[in-house]
């Protein structure tokens, strides 16, 4: 059996994401116009393509969890954040 590679996961950031997804109910009540949920997602960047990008929030060398697939065109900003220790970090432990 041929296995996949594992891709090569940076630790020493994450990504943060802020996107637009549906909204739903299931109640009775006042007819009120469209709306979008705004949402911040923020994890490891796990892969992405020109498509979708997908995060997860724990990386266990190979594999990740609590992942989400979110679609570009459903970004609304995305930047990067560096938490990698610096040796003055490693002195507190």
């Known amino acids: 059996m041929n296995k996949k590679p594992v891709p090569k996961i940076n630790t020493n950031s994450i990504t943060v994401v802020e996107w637009k997804d549906a909204q ?3 109640d009775w009540g006042e007819i009120e116009p469209p709306e979008l949920a705004k949402v911040i997602t923020a994890g490891f960047l796990i892969s992405e393509n020109k ?6 929030s724990t990386w266990a060398d190979p ?7 979110i679609p570009k065109a459903w970004i609304s900003s995305r930047r990067t954040v560096n938490i990698k220790k610096d040796e003055s970090d490693e002195d507190r432990d």
């Open 24 to 26: 739903c109910d299931s």
């Open 51 to 56: 498509e979708a990008i997908c995060i997860g």
């Open 63 to 69: 594999h990740a969890n609590a992942r989400i697939h």
